[in-house]
């Protein structure tokens, strides 16, 4: 016999119905709601912190990569600086030097996502 194997996925979407239920039968307050908020909040959290770290090993000092800055409505190319926890710093030159959330670049040459 098989023995399904929870991954974190199953155990929250499992503690997610456990209160949704709890609301559906009307006898969940302010409180219930409130920690599936939090629940909510943490997994996107998780999540955002995951896809951060993941997009971050790809990446390596002196990469040369892209970006779509708003700000200045056109794409900046640079390279990579330095690498920190939550941002990669890049020289663009003339453009100057830019922060970035690591999942926003793509690499120079290609024009896609770099890939590990």
């Not at 939090?38 to 993941?54: M, Y």
């Not at 970035?100 to 890939?115: D, F």
Request: net charge positive.
């Amino acid at each position: 016999m098989k023995v399904k194997r929870l991954n974190n996925r199953d155990v929250w979407q499992d503690e997610i119905m456990t209160m949704l239920n709890r609301f559906g039968n009307d006898d969940a307050d302010k409180r219930y709601l409130m920690e599936l908020n939090k629940r909510i909040v943490q997994h996107i959290n998780n999540i955002s912190r995951n896809n951060t770290s993941v997009a971050l090993r790809k990446w390596n000092v002196g990469d040369n990569a892209f970006f779509y800055s708003k700000k200045r409505h056109r794409t900046i190319i640079g390279t990579i600086t330095q690498i920190n926890r939550t941002s990669v710093s890049i020289d663009c030159g003339v453009d100057g030097k830019w922060k970035v959330a690591p999942t926003l670049l793509a690499t120079e040459k290609t024009g896609q996502e770099k890939r590990g």
